[in-house]
């Protein structure tokens, strides 16, 4: 069976291939990995592999988690890139290092309010509903400039970017489309004055097409921690 460790290596090594199709650094990629579902000792044994930033899905499931792993706090970045209810705000203002997955602006205020004032503020993503698939949750591409900017002029968050979740396809060129559309959106925000350098796109399947629109976290969890 392979281990996390050999998992790992073949993940870097797609991501260094395709940085180097893009001409891009790899320092310019960062690998998200996601352990929903996963045991906090799977995690624990990711971080021994090397990884330093990991995705929930869950709050519930995440906040058990961050206790479990407790002694790592200071060495690793939890980030939430699921749903996320209004009542769940305090809780996640008070655990994550990021959000991926804010979708109304509402959320974003709430996340501020809440933020402790000893915590650096809360790194945010606005999620796309980039496919335009009615069942998706995410901002409608007309929305988001104007929820972009009230959320960037929030004292307790900082809005670093845009995340999506396309439709799957198996063609890497039709994989493209969606990714592409998320990085000219990211483009118009900077091109407003916004100061907005994150794109979270590209999971297992598609984290090449990511890499080669211009991903610069990619969340990846079957091709570390195999299939859920
Ligand atoms: C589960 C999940 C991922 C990782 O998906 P894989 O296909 O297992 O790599 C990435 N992003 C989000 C939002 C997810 O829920």
Redesign the pocket.
Known sequence: MATIADNLQDVHRRIAAACARAGRPVQGVTLLA?G?TFPADTVRAAFDAGLRSF?E?HVQEAIAKVAALADLRERVQWHL??PLQSNKTRVVAESFDWV??VDRLKIAQRLSDLRPAGLPPLQLCLQVNISGETSKSGLAVGEVLEVARAVAALPRVRLRGL?A?PAPTGDLALQRVPHARLRELLTGLQRDGLDVDTLSMG???DLEAAIAEGATIV???????GA?
């Open positions: 996601v929903k995705g899905n890139i699921g991926h997955s995340m979740v999971m297992t399947a969340r990846v969890g079957t091709a570390i921690f859920r």
